[in-house]
């Protein structure tokens, strides 16, 4: 079953602007991570963010994380026709006894026009 | 840079006979998964290991699937009798759990079509 549900499904922006990417879950999680997955290819890992962070970046990506209202978002800035894939959130979650497993959003289908 | 390695990339079979799809993880990594990927459901965890221990394999139609972690070198995963429905690209993953400040690294997937 699914635990992140990203929001929007689709965006479509021009070179060079922003893209923002918005992720809410359920339960309690470790962490939660931001992927990448170019059409036809497996998931490339992004960013992590810990439970007790509430912001991060990695070059372009800025990720928050606000464990009050269990969402996330992801903001990549200055948009290249090369970010062009579907990004998934996954929240890495407890499962049973004192295991976590990581679950997947559905994804948002990012297009950037050149 | 370190690969997780999934084979075969594409199988069709027919439908009653019986697949095996094989992931070798990074060296050094304690936890692998199993996902399903299809347009309607997404990615849908089948199972997953952690020190070749079965943890959870509660995303998996039990009658038909198993996974398997013989060594630490290989995860198999079997559809026996595979049916129509399991047309998915699977993919596997493995990471080092360890306080949960590292993320996973994905194969590039099993393409399979049952016909």
């Known amino acids: 079953s699914q635990q992140g549900e990203e929001d929007p499904q689709a965006l479509s922006i021009q070179e060079g602007e922003n893209a923002t990417m918005n992720c809410s879950y359920k339960t309690s999680i470790n962490n939660l991570q931001w992927y990448r997955q170019n059409s036809g290819r497996g998931l490339v890992h992004l960013i992590l963010?810990?439970?007790?962070?509430r912001e991060k970046h990695s070059g372009r990506l800025r990720v928050t994380l606000d464990t009050s209202k269990k969402s996330s978002s992801l903001l990549i800035t200055a948009s290249r026709a090369a970010d062009t894939a579907s990004y998934f959130c996954?929240?890495?979650?407890?499962?049973?006894?004192?295991?976590?497993?990581?679950?997947f959003g559905k994804g948002t289908l990012l297009t950037v026009n050149p | 840079d370190a690969r997780v390695t999934q084979t075969p990339r594409h199988k069709v079979t027919e439908m009653g006979q019986e697949v095996t799809m094989r992931c070798q993880p990074i060296?050094?990594?304690?936890?692998v998964f199993w996902y399903r990927q299809t347009m309607m459901q997404g990615l849908e965890l089948l199972a997953y290991f952690r020190n070749r221990a079965p943890l959870d394999d509660s995303g998996m139609p039990k009658d038909r699937f198993s996974a398997e972690m013989p060594d630490a070198t290989l995860a198999t995963l079997k559809i026996q009798p595979s049916e129509p429905r399991d047309s998915a690209v699977y993919f596997c993953a493995s990471g080092l759990h360890s306080g949960g400040i590292y993320g996973y690294t994905f194969g590039s997937g099993t393409r399979l079509t049952v016909v």
């Open positions: 996954a929240t890495d979650e407890k499962g049973g006894g004192s295991n976590y497993k990581l679950t």
């Open positions: 963010i810990r439970s007790n962070e």
């Open positions: 060296l050094g990594h304690n936890t």
